[in-house]
């Protein structure tokens, strides 16, 4: 009964392949995100649905893509990747854009040989 | 534009010894501060939110405090399963309702 669930929790692969993470919520909540978090531990906002909408597209190479197929998934796929991909991509949900308390997903750690 | 420092980066302490955690802000008009934990593998969890100067929030061991520039988390009596990297974020009236995150504190608490 996991609240907001991501597979894989680990991923490795090679430079130029195509990739996907992808996230679940329980919550019943509207609004889920994507968070990269780089080796200084910070977190940057990478992408945010409401109702399935997107609503912020953070400065992302076009190599990723977010896609939500109902309100209580939000996946992400990621073309060519590139050795500066390498990082920790968290998903999470709340119950609307106004912060109301994210919940997270325990990470996707993924490594780009 | 919008900034969250934490400080210090790491804090090693005595299970018993009290200590602060600091972040400093700065935002254009503050919507609300938070706090989370986040410990090794995990997501982070929320610990609190805090609106405007002067608002406290407590919750077991630990007390943020709001000022107009930042915000400390205490920590009283700490124990060793209160080791983990503590986050703070900002958000502000014009940030479009994203948060502005800080690298954390990683606190380390010996037994």
């Known amino acids: 009964d996991t609240a907001v669930s991501q597979t894989p929790k680990y991923l490795v692969t090679q430079m130029g392949n195509d990739k996907s993470i992808k996230c679940e919520q329980n919550?019943?909540?509207?609004?889920m995100y994507w968070y990269k978090q780089d080796s200084k531990k910070f977190l940057k906002i990478m992408f945010s649905?409401?109702?399935?909408?997107?609503?912020i597209n953070e400065t992302v190479p076009n190599r990723f893509s977010p896609k939500s197929p109902d309100k209580a998934h939000l996946n992400l796929h990621i073309n060519s990747l590139e050795l500066g991909d390498s990082a920790v991509y968290f998903c999470?949900?709340?119950?609307?854009?106004?912060?109301?308390?994210?919940?997270f997903g325990s990470g996707t750690r993924l490594t780009v040989v | 534009e919008d900034q969250v420092t934490q400080s210090p980066e790491a804090l090693r302490l005595q299970e018993g010894e009290s200590s602060s955690l600091n972040c400093s802000y700065t935002?254009?008009?503050?919507?609300?501060l938070f706090w989370y934990r986040q410990d090794p593998g995990k997501g982070p969890e929320f610990l609190f939110t805090?609106?405007?100067?002067?608002e406290e929030k407590e919750k077991e061991r630990l007390k943020a405090t709001l000022t107009k520039k930042e915000s400390f988390l205490h920590i009283t009596a700490p124990k060793p399963e209160d080791s983990a990297t503590y986050l703070c974020?900002?958000?502000?009236?014009?940030?479009?309702?994203?948060?502005?995150w800080g690298a954390g504190t990683k606190l380390i608490i010996k037994p």
């Open positions: 919550l019943g909540h509207d609004t």
């Open positions: 999470a949900s709340s119950p609307g854009q106004v912060y109301r308390g994210y919940t």
């Open positions: 935002v254009s008009g503050l919507r609300g």
């Open positions: 805090l609106y405007s100067a002067g």
């Open positions: 649905y409401n109702n399935k909408e997107l609503i």
């Open positions: 974020a900002v958000q502000g009236q014009d940030s479009n309702y994203q948060l502005i």
